[in-house]
T-cell receptor, first 111, second 112 residues
Framework: EPEVTQTPSHQVTQMGQEVILRCVPI?????FYWYRQILGQKVEFLVS????????KSEIFDDQFSVERPDGSNFTLKIRSTKLEDSAMYFC?????????FGDGTRLSIL | ELKVEQNPLFLSMQEGKNYTIYCNYS?????LYWYRQDPGKSLESLFV?????AVKQEGRLMASLDTKARLSTLHITAAVHDLSATYFC????????????FGQGTRLTINP
């Protein structure tokens, strides 16, 4: 069964550095999403992406965040100038309709 | 703003017992999802409920949706240890792009 793949599985970064989280959505899906989950808390929506542009974003998704689909297969989340509170599990998801299919996540640790 | 609330947040039960997890949401939506998450793992889709009165069953789990009451339930029958996990309900926001709003999750522990 096709699946959403995310790399790396774990990223450790110094505060203030930039990170790029990568995702390969399921190939025939048209909608792409990023969610985050702070340890022990609920899953929070960050951004949705459709037709090569952001379709919706949450309050969390401020100017330090950006998304890109650089080559038609990858879907990336960039966090500029990371903060301690950015430490979380970041999940990519994709879908045609429902349900959304989630990747295994990238655990981001900011030191 | 759509809010999704689950209860209980923590549930410890014995094998063989039955229990129900509740999911309430605050605004109109006809689409509700249940996901399972094992520690440190991703979200596994369990059920997709797309209409009022929808009921779906898979093994010892059964989910239902009452859109008028804005309530979904996840019922566990004769629990077994393998069902220990965190269960999330999520509601689809109809307006604008699809996005899921999740409940806080119910951490289920099933003891022998």
């Amino acid at each position: 069964e096709p699946e959403v793949t995310q790399t790396p599985s774990h990223q450790v970064t110094q505060m203030g550095q930039e990170v790029i989280l990568r995702c390969v959505p399921i190939s025939n899906h048209l909608y792409f999403y990023w969610y985050r989950q702070i340890l022990g808390q609920k899953v929070e929506f960050l951004v949705s992406f459709y037709n090569n542009e952001i379709s919706e974003k949450s309050e969390i998704f401020d100017d330090q965040f950006s998304v890109e689909r650089p080559d038609g297969s990858n879907f990336t989340l960039k966090i500029r100038s990371t903060k301690l509170e950015d430490s979380a599990m970041y999940f990519c998801a994709s879908g045609m309709s429902q349900p959304q299919h989630f990747g295994d996540g990238t655990r981001l640790s900011i030191l | 703003e759509l809010k999704v609330e689950q209860n209980p947040l923590f549930l410890s039960m014995q094998e063989g017992k039955n229990y129900t997890i509740y999911c309430n949401y605050s605004t109109t939506s006809d689409r509700l999802y249940w996901y399972r998450q094992d520690p440190g793992k991703s979200l596994e889709s369990l059920f997709v409920l797309l209409s009022n009165g929808a009921v779906k069953q898979e093994g010892r789990l059964m989910a239902s949706l009452d859109t008028k009451a804005r309530l979904s339930t996840l019922h566990i029958t004769a629990a077994v240890h393998d069902l220990s996990a965190t269960y999330f309900c999520a509601v689809d926001v109809i307006q604008g792009a699809q996005k899921l709003v999740f409940g806080q999750g119910t951490r289920l522990t099933i003891n022998p």
